[in-house]
T-cell receptor, first 114, second 113 residues
Framework: GAGVSQSPSNKVTEKGKDVELRCDPI?????LYWYRQSLGQGLEFLIY????????KSGLPSDRFSAERTGGSVSTLTIQRTQQEDSAVYLC????????????FGPGTRLTVL | SQKIEQNSEALNIQEGKTATLTCNYT??????LQWYRQDPGRGPVFLLL?????KEKRKERLKVTFDTTLKQSLFHITASQPADSATYLC????????????FGKGTKLSVKP
């Protein structure tokens, strides 16, 4: 596809369940980012993948959150034992280079934890 | 650590006027600063990038300035239109990782006809 895609677009889950969110970056983009955006809040950085380097996990809020990127392309963000405070829109972005390049965002996954 | 602030949560202006949005940062001057537009229910969309050695950058009705002395960027939309109504985010490089950005909370612009 031409842009970054994310699935599902909406996810409703019960507290304590695990969820997986998927991101398909733009083909050829070496960098991939995950963000979280709560209602009325800014973008909260979660994790950053760049090529084959070790990911920057400094933004993950707890050890319930993890992410992987297979084959340098598709990424999955996993939230284990979801809590109500995990409810937010999870945005994925990709870019082509290191510093200076723009990020192309997907439409996001809206997660609601009941 | 670097902090970024967008002074206004919301800005309401009349159609045809110039909208000016402010972005301030607190620590070291970044190599570049970016502005994004976000519409409800969508991801942010890149608008402009300005580098530290550039004072001003223009794109159609958009103008961005970068003052490293004041540690501030201004984002202007001239001849504003209701279609310009959206949330505008500024972003700059995050010190921990090259290629990573820190985003402001955004300013919600409403242009009234």
């Amino acid at each position: 596809g031409a842009g970054v895609s994310q699935s599902p677009s909406n996810k409703v889950t019960e507290k304590g369940k695990d969820v997986e969110l998927r991101c398909d970056p733009i083909s050829g983009h070496t960098a991939l980012y995950w963000y979280r955006q709560s209602l009325g809040q800014g973008l909260e950085f979660l994790i950053y993948f760049q090529g084959n380097s070790a990911p920057d996990k400094s933004g993950l809020p707890s050890d319930r959150f993890s992410a992987e990127r297979t084959g340098g392309s598709v990424s999955t963000l996993t939230i284990q034992r979801t809590q109500q405070e995990d409810s937010a829109v999870y945005l994925c972005a990709s870019s082509t280079r290191l510093a200076g390049d723009t990020q192309y965002f997907g439409p996001g996954t809206r997660l609601t934890v009941l | 650590s670097q902090k970024i602030e967008q002074n206004s949560e919301a800005l309401n202006i009349q159609e045809g006027k110039t909208a000016t949005l402010t972005c301030n940062y607190t620590n070291y001057s970044p190599a570049y600063l970016q502005w994004y537009r976000q519409d409800p229910g969508r991801g942010p969309v890149f608008l402009l990038l300005i580098r530290e050695n550039e004072k001003e950058k223009r794109k159609e009705r958009l103008k961005v300035t970068f003052d490293t002395t004041l540690k501030q960027s201004l984002f202007h939309i001239t001849a504003s239109q209701p279609a310009d109504s959206a949330t505008y985010l500024c972003a700059l490089e995050y010190g921990g990782s090259q290629g990573n950005l820190i985003f402001g909370k955004g300013t919600k612009l409403s242009v009234k006809p």
